[in-house]
T-cell receptor, first 114, second 113 residues
Framework: EDKVVQSPLSLVVHEGDTVTLNCSYE??????LLWYKQEKKAPTFLFML??SGIEKKSGRLSSILDKKELSSILNITATQTGDSAIYLC??????????????WGAGTKLIIKP | NAGVTQTPKFRVLKTGQSMTLLCAQDMNHEYMYWYRQDPGMGLRLIHY???????AKGEVPDGYNVSRLKKQNFLLGLESAAPSQTSVYFC????????????FGPGTRLTVL
């Protein structure tokens, strides 16, 4: 059965700290891995990763995929209170031509204290 | 552009009642999805649609039905609500091709007593 596991489930840090969130997966026919941020309501897209070792970066957020280890990390440097959210990892899987669905992890709840 | 909208935002039902959740998107997306989100369990796919007039079951379809009569709308129905269906329901949509970036609606919080 395909599964995506995120760790830790929750994390509390102080403003200015750097955090690393983890996502590991076991899926058949991996296509891509996506990171989303969920604040109060709807998840919003952060990154999509398809190739190992290539870092995606957006401001203080960065992410990298390791296909050998079947995992990805999301780094947030110089955290701010606005980074407080649930961070969701999802893996897209399926054979070519199928309706690629996303398999979601349970999320990491990140709380940034001032 | 409103993006993805959902109605209602909140609803309380008694066991056995029925209701329909409406999702609408104005991005001309082919794919639409209904998820439920429960604490500690992430998003679970209920049903999805790859185009007008087509629907398919996801991971947790039991107790739900869907219809996609128009490309922009995706309806989720609960015929006989049960307390186990208490959850937050999200609708999402995406383009046919390219990145599987799904755009989400604001969610509907449903409580079944």
């Amino acid at each position: 059965e395909d599964k995506v596991v995120q760790s830790p489930l929750s994390l509390v840090v102080h403003e200015g700290d750097t955090v690393t969130l983890n996502c590991s997966y076991e899926v058949t026919n991996f296509r891509s891995l996506l990171w989303y941020k969920q604040e109060k309501k709807a998840p919003t897209f952060l990154f999509m990763l398809t190739s190992s070792g290539i870092e995606k970066k957006s401001g203080r957020l960065s992410s990298i995929l390791d296909k050998k280890e079947l995992s990805s990390i999301l780094n947030i440097t110089a955290t701010q209170t606005g980074d407080s959210a649930i961070y969701l990892c999802a893996v897209e899987a399926g054979v070519w031509g199928s309706n690629y669905q996303l398999i979601w992890g349970a999320g990491t709840k990140l709380i940034i204290k001032p | 552009n409103a993006g993805v909208t959902q109605t209602p935002k909140f609803r309380v039902l008694k066991t056995g009642q029925s209701m329909t959740l409406l999702c609408a998107q104005d991005m001309n997306h082919e794919y639409m999805y209904w998820y439920r989100q429960d604490p500690g369990m992430g998003l679970r796919l209920i049903h999805y649609s790859v185009g007008e007039g087509t629907t398919a079951k996801g991971e947790v379809p039991d107790g739900y039905n869907v219809s996609r009569l128009k490309k922009q709308n995706f309806l989720l129905g609960l015929e006989s609500a049960a307390p186990s269906q208490t959850s937050v329901y999200f609708c999402a949509s995406r383009r046919l091709a390219g990145v599987n970036e799904q755009f989400f609606g604001p969610g509907t919080r449903l409580t079944v007593l």
